[in-house]
């Protein structure tokens, strides 16, 4: 599992919250919540945690489903 140590951008130390977020998510917090319980409100910081490999995985279904989408209405 590749999860991030530092925000590319500000420096921010994301490491130790990377495995909090996950936890509170798996629990059924909503995302966005659960970066704001851990202090994480900078975009640039939100993005890396959002944008991870593991959380990529999660989403890659619903940007399948949407290019299929995007595919029909350019055939119609
Ligand atoms: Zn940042």
């Known amino acids: 599992m590749l999860s991030p140590i530092r925000c590319f951008s500000c420096g ?14 798996a629990k059924g917090m909503e995302p966005s919540k659960a970066l704001d ?4 409100k900078r975009y ?14 999660k989403m890659l279904p619903y940007a399948e489903a949407a290019a299929l989408l995007n595919d029909k209405e350019e055939e119609i």
Do not use: H, P, Q, W
């Open 12 to 25: 921010a130390l994301l490491g130790d919250k990377y495995e909090k977020f996950n936890a509170l998510v």
């Open 37 to 40: 319980k851990l202090g994480v």
């Open 44 to 57: 640039c910081c939100r993005r890396m945690i959002l944008s991870s490999f593991e959380t990529l995985n």
